[in-house]
């Protein structure tokens, strides 16, 4: 069972280029988020889709964009990177409804020198 | 802003020992879930506690609801160092189009 995947699983960048990040989630769920994991800092959200055709900010999306191109598919885009964005990035999908649990992804490590 | 303060931050105890660790907020929530992530992975579902009062167990893993869904519980009995992780509470509100909060996190080491 694939469940939610993430790639790439490492990425290494340089200040001012850009890259995009893919989930895929093959359990027909319809909320999908983009979460940044921080020491000290928990999960924080940068974005998040309630249903395909719609995205929304979450608590820390300034510098990224995403993209709901289907409803299993979710990208996030980082479009001028910056040292302040290196992070481990999480995807994550819930069923029906927002507030169910979620599933994620096992991660994006991101470097940006 | 709704919160979910956990604590403690960090715990390492040896292997054997009992240990608890907490979620608590000012709100109240309909549902509350924790869940454990291990290094080098995402975080994985471990159980839902709906009701208030609720008490659910996962082998050595006891998880209760608080009677007001404020806060919430995690004991564990006889910790091994399989426990070793990252333990996240999230809370769900009543409304199915509000996201789930998450804690900061309870960072758990078992010594061998």
């Known amino acids: 069972n694939a469940g939610v995947t993430q790639t790439p699983k490492f990425q290494v960048l340089k200040t001012g280029q850009s890259m995009t990040l893919q989930c895929a989630q093959d359990?027909?769920?319809?909320?999908m988020y983009w979460y940044r994991q921080d020491p000290g800092m928990g999960l924080r959200l940068i974005y998040y889709?309630?249903?395909?055709?719609?995205?929304d900010k979450g608590e820390v999306p300034n510098g990224y964009n995403v993209s709901r191109l289907n409803k299993r598919e979710f990208s996030l885009r980082l479009e001028s990177a910056a040292p302040s964005q290196t992070s481990v990035y999480f995807c994550a999908s819930a069923g029906i409804n927002s507030n169910q649990p979620q599933h994620f992804g096992d991660g994006t490590r991101l470097s940006i020198l | 802003t709704q919160l979910l303060e956990q604590s403690p931050q960090f715990l390492s105890i040896q292997e054997g020992e009992n240990l608890t660790v907490y979620c608590n907020s000012s709100s109240v929530f309909s549902s509350l879930q924790w869940y454990r992530q291990e290094p080098g992975e995402g975080p994985v579902l471990l159980v839902t506690v709906v009701t208030g009062g609720e008490v659910k167990k996962l082998k050595r893993l006891t998880f209760q609801f608080g009677d007001a869904r404020k806060d919430s519980s995690l004991h564990i009995t006889a910790a091994q160092p399989g426990d070793t992780g990252l333990y996240l509470c999230a809370g769900a509100k009543q409304n199915r189009d509000d996201k789930i909060i998450f804690g900061k996190g309870t960072r758990l080491h078992i010594l061998p």
């Open positions: 359990m027909n769920h319809n909320s």
């Open positions: 889709s309630a249903s395909e055709g719609t995205t």
